[in-house]
């Protein structure tokens, strides 16, 4: 399965995302997004183009804090998912959501903007960055790849 994975998009609506996300998005299984859509409509038009599994953003409208989770576990072929936006300064922001979640394989989160790609404690941790920037591209089947992808 391939999932196509965006965060802090902080945009009014989905064409003001960079064409080679929205094109990348037409390609996977499902989209996840780790919070600051800002907007409702980003969120609604995402889900025109795939299944979505999301969280809330601290720049995220109350409509958007009432309808999403702040963190969410689920499972693609096998592998447990912890899904968080992440909070405080961007130093050591890996280390602290990797504290929120126990028996999962993968983390993916954001908040930061800064990329991230890399395993702590046998956990992949993965953040996109900011979605005007870079976007990943997970596949998980017998065998997890991630790829980070810079927008332009």
Known sequence: MKLGIISDTHVRNIDDLPRTIRSALNNVDMIVHAGDFTHRSVLDGLRLIKPVKAVRGNMDSIELRRMLPERDIFEVNGRKVGLIHGSGAPWGIAERVRRQFSGVDIIIFGHSHEPCNRYIQGVLL???????????????????????????
């Open 126 to 152: 993965l953040n996109p960055g900011q979605a005007r920037n870079s976007f990943i591209l997970l596949s998980i089947d017998d065998e997890v790849k991630a790829q980070l992808l810079k927008v332009g």
